[in-house]
T-cell receptor, first 110, second 113 residues
Framework: EDQVTQSPEALRLQEGESSSLNCSYTVSGLRGLFWYRQDPGKGPEFLFTLYSAGEEKEKERLKATLTKKESFLHITAPKPEDSATYLCAVRSSGTYKYIFGTGTRLKVLA | NAGVTQTPKFRVLKTGQSMTLLCAQDMNHEYMYWYRQDPGMGLRLIHYSVGEGTTAKGEVPDGYNVSRLKKQNFLLGLESAAPSQTSVYFC????????????FGSGTQLSVL
């Protein structure tokens, strides 16, 4: 059974204090790993797709990386507007299902 | 461009009542999904559809039914609502094989008393 575990559950950072969020996954065969951002009261918004170990994607202060067992979302010099819940999801080969982790709630203090 | 639209945004039901949540997308996407989101449990897949006229069960399908009679619409039904179905429901769509990212609606807050 496909599983996604995210850590930490919550993270408080000072503005400019870089950190990383972790997404560990177990799948029979990875078709893709996805990162989303969710603001309170809204639906998740797509950030990145990663397909194979060693792949990296960047967008502004965010960089996502992928190994065979986990993915990291690195946040460099975060700003208060980066505060949100970050969700990780996987899709296995041969399925149409996207399985989500429980998310990391990030709070960046000014 | 509306994207994915969910109606209603809020609803309160009494135990045993029935209702239908509507999801409409105007992007001609093949795949559509219904998730529920509960505190501490993340997004859990209820049902999904990979094309008009098709549906399949997700992780937590019990107590729910779905239909996709038209490509742009995906309906989620609760035949006899229970307090355990109190949740925020999200619909999502995806173009399919050519682009796998999910586009989400803004959610429906459902309370069952």
């Amino acid at each position: 059974e496909d599983q996604v575990t995210q850590s930490p559950e919550a993270l408080r950072l000072q503005e400019g204090e870089s950190s990383s969020l972790n997404c560990s996954y177990t799948v029979s065969g990875l078709r893709g790993l996805f990162w989303y951002r969710q603001d309170p009261g809204k639906g998740p918004e797509f950030l990145f797709t990663l397909y194979s170990a060693g792949e990296e994607k960047e967008k502004e202060r965010l960089k996502a990386t992928l190994t065979k067992k986990e993915s990291f979302l690195h946040i460099t010099a975060p700003k208060p507007e980066d505060s949100a819940t970050y969700l990780c999801a996987v899709r296995s080969s041969g399925t149409y299902k996207y399985i989500f982790g429980t998310g990391t709630r990030l709070k960046v203090l000014a | 461009n509306a994207g994915v639209t969910q109606t209603p945004k809020f609803r309160v039901l009494k135990t045993g009542q029935s209702m239908t949540l509507l999801c409409a997308q105007d992007m001609n996407h093949e795949y559509m999904y219904w998730y529920r989101q509960d505190p501490g449990m993340g997004l859990r897949l209820i049902h999904y559809s990979v094309g008009e006229g098709t549906t399949a069960k997700g992780e937590v399908p019990d107590g729910y039914n779905v239909s996709r009679l038209k490509k742009q619409n995906f309906l989620l039904g609760l035949e006899s609502a229970a307090p355990s179905q109190t949740s925020v429901y999200f619909c999502a769509s995806s173009p399919g094989a050519t682009n796998e990212k999910l586009f989400f609606g803004s959610g429906t807050q459902l309370s069952v008393l």
